[in-house]
């Protein structure tokens, strides 16, 4: 008896040749197709050299690492600050920095859906302030924790609910994507994982040390004593003396800092990937005190 399968060589109905036109269009297809990727992986390349040799921070805590801009960083170190001024925990840090990067990816938009604007995308129209009131990060936070401390049992409750309420989000499950990112963002800014964060950064403009001082006071309630290019700054603990460290290096790129000293640790502003981590400067120093040393 026959085979019904075709012979190697014949013709059967699956093996014949496709019309002309459908060829070509095959071919367009595939040629699509493989363009595409190419524009993919050529712009994860421009994505991976972005990370490994421009402007870059690393956030480390609990075995986790996550990468962020120093636009990112220091708008996250406005927002943990405010926290810390209100003497909220860090959960409450954690919360508001998850919901900023699901609304703005950590950057103050001038724009967004209807009339949302800055970090956290507030709606005038909704109570959430003026325009220009919104788009000042620190009274942005501000509105945020108002409303957050309103939400029973945020401290314990999923991230993603907790901040659902605050923003009535169309996409109410998002917020949980970012949760591992905020969390590290907040144990570093908030001094519970010291030296865990690091920002490799090119040169710095010269830094005004009057500036400086009235930042550190107004978003963190510390009080610095100019001297030769450099502040100092006296805190009460060690964990508070992070809080400071970790803000500097967090706000270095826009305040022209380029050393930190606390503890026997210093980092240094440089644009190698050895200042994205703090290294050890063998100095018994106090651990309450922190230097912040400025571009001149």
């Not at 699901?102 to 009339?115: K, M, V, W």
């Not at 919104?134 to 314990?156: C, H, N, Q, R, W």
């Not at 606390?262 to 644009?271: H, I, L, P, T």
Request: positive net charge; aromatic residues 6%.
């Amino acid at each position: 008896m026959g085979s019904s399968r075709p012979v190697a060589g014949g013709t059967s109905r699956a093996a014949r040749p496709l019309p002309v036109g459908r060829y070509r269009l095959r071919r367009l297809l595939i040629g699509s197709a493989v363009a595409a990727l190419l524009v993919a992986l050529a712009g994860l390349g421009l994505f991976t050299v972005r990370w490994a040799s421009g402007p870059t921070c690393q956030a480390r805590a609990g075995g986790s690492t996550f990468a962020f801009t120093p636009e990112q960083t220091g708008h996250a170190a406005t927002i943990t600050a405010e926290a810390i001024r209100r003497g909220l925990p860090a959960r409450a840090a954690t919360i508001a920095l998850a919901t900023a990067l699901q609304e703005s990816g950590l950057r103050n938009l001038d724009y967004g859906d209807r009339d949302s604007v800055g970090l956290f995308q507030q709606r005038p129209s909704q109570g959430w302030g003026s325009v220009p009131q919104i788009m000042d990060p620190t009274y942005a936070a501000g509105a945020f924790y108002d409303a957050l401390v309103k939400v029973d049992d945020y401290e314990s409750r999923p991230i993603t609910e907790v901040a659902q309420e605050v923003q009535r989000s169309a996409f109410p499950t998002a917020y949980a994507d970012h949760e591992g990112e905020g969390r590290v963002l907040a144990s570093t800014l908030t001094g519970h994982s010291p030296a865990g964060l690091g920002c490799r950064l090119g040169r710095a403009a010269a830094a005004d040390p009057a500036q400086v001082s009235a930042v550190l006071g107004a978003q963190l309630g510390v009080s610095a004593t100019a001297s030769r290019g450099a502040l100092t700054v006296h805190t009460s603990s060690a964990t508070r003396a992070w809080q400071v460290a970790s803000w500097a290096v967090a706000q270095a790129e826009r305040y022209g800092i380029v050393a930190v000293d606390v503890a026997d640790k210093r980092w240094e502003r440089a644009a190698a990937g050895a200042s994205l981590v703090w290294q050890d400067t063998q100095e018994s120093a106090d651990g309450t005190t922190v230097t912040l040393h400025l571009a001149p």
